[in-house]
């Protein structure tokens, strides 16, 4: 009978590095299993230096949506990380996502507001970026992703990419490296790895590298 395993193919990429960031979206099918494991074996044959950044309580404005409160969203999202990491065997360099929230965050989740109140180009980026991720969900659960409820979910999309950007900030100024990741959310941040802003230095290396998956099937002998 056969079975299937995959191989990582890269679609595009803004530049080369010795380190590889890979940036999870905890909950996402194609980060468990099989297309993880051929992630990982991609990345470390490729890198000298595997960094893993799990967005798992980002997930947390997701779960908001839903009914959750803030607190509650929190705490089942940094249990389903804690269920990611021990699922899929996960070691090595391995930063999460509160990892990056401690002192001095407000101030540059400040700065990051301040920007996306002044720099037309990178809000309308933003806007249409949730405006694309609120038109995916209302296509694939129209009853939870009701026309009613658009505004909030744009709302909450925004202020979800509005702390992505906040923490990549952090986390790229202290990681220098190429970021991988399945589609093409990462091309938002690539237009600062030529001018970034003096108080967000970190957005200069949003490299990214975009990958996708080709399965592979074999014949098990008996």
Known sequence: MPSFNYEVKIKEKSADSDTGRLLISVGQPYHE????????????????RVVILAN?????????YEGCTEEEAHRISRHRGDE????????GEVYRWDD???PGFAEVQDRVNNLYRKNSSFRKEVIETAEKVWS??????PDLYSPERKNEAVTLSIDYILEET???SRAYEKIPGVSIYKGTFLKMWSA?????P???????????????????QHVLQA
């Open 84 to 91: 990611w990491l021990e699922r899929n065997n996960i070691a």
């Open 56 to 64: 798992d309580t980002l997930q947390r404005f997701n779960l908001i």
């Open 100 to 102: 990056w929230k401690g």
């Open 166 to 168: 906040a923490v990549l």
């Open 198 to 216: 003096e108080d967000l230095p970190g957005l200069k290396n949003a490299h990214f590298m975009r990958i996708d998956f080709s399965r592979k």
């Open 136 to 141: 995916r969900c209302h296509k694939n659960n």
């Open 192 to 196: 600062f790895t030529q001018e970034a």
């Open 33 to 48: 299993g099989e297309k993880m494991k051929a992630t990982l074996g991609f990345a470390n044959r490729r890198f000298d």
